[in-house]
């Protein structure tokens, strides 16, 4: 991955957590910065003039970029997974039957970014269904209702990620223990929570307010 595909990825992905943690309103919201900014780059890919750098200015990449930085990350992440890590990152495309996109849009989303569109009734049940099954193929079953009910759309595009990992440190079982998860400020449930008494990898970012 090169610098600046780097740079703009890890920016992107700060300011998405850092809005996103202000307006989410559940006590626990799960995202995927780096799905979203492969999605915004493929949309990126139709877009021209001010549409074109208004998403270049959101996903921090210069206005004369055509996406390179996404499929750096692409790349760099296909060719991260070994018999310990394995990652699948899979993009795709939802086309309503009547609905005709630009050709050399499609191209280059099939080329540049592996995604194949497919001709699906979006306001249908079965579209619905078999955009679904497509998520839940692509993630290994742990995704399987992305679209909750029909809707008016004309195109989806949508990315996928799986990834199955060991830890670098791993806990041993027997050092679990049951213990207090506060899931609201009203209410704490009794949990079990793994133990590591091992140097163990900690990142926090004030300025995005998450720690991992």
Known sequence: MTELSFEAATDFSHSL???????????????????????????????????????DSVLFTPSES??????????????????????????GIFIKDGFTPSSEFLIGLHYDFGARAQIVDLGS????????????????????KLMAKPDESVMALINAVYMNAKWDEAFYEGSTKKGDFK????????????????????????????RC
């Open 17 to 55: 957590l850092t809005n996103y943690t202000e307006s989410c309103g559940g006590p626990n919201c799960v995202i995927s910065p780096i799905s979203i900014f492969l999605c915004l780059s493929m949309l990126k890919y139709g877009a021209r003039g001010t549409t074109k750098s208004e998403l």
């Open 183 to 210: 899931v609201s400020d009203e209410k704490t449930v009794q949990v079990d929570l793994m133990q590591q008494t091992a140097e163990f990898k900690y990142v926090r970012d004030d300025d995005a307010k998450f």
């Open 66 to 91: 055509s996406g390179s930085e996404a499929q750096d990350i692409m790349r760099s992440l296909k060719e991260s997974s070994d018999s310990a890590f394995k990652l699948n990152i899979a993009n």
């Open 125 to 144: 049940s079965a579209g619905v269904d078999e955009v679904n099954k497509w998520v839940k193929d692509e993630t290994n079953g742990k995704i399987t």
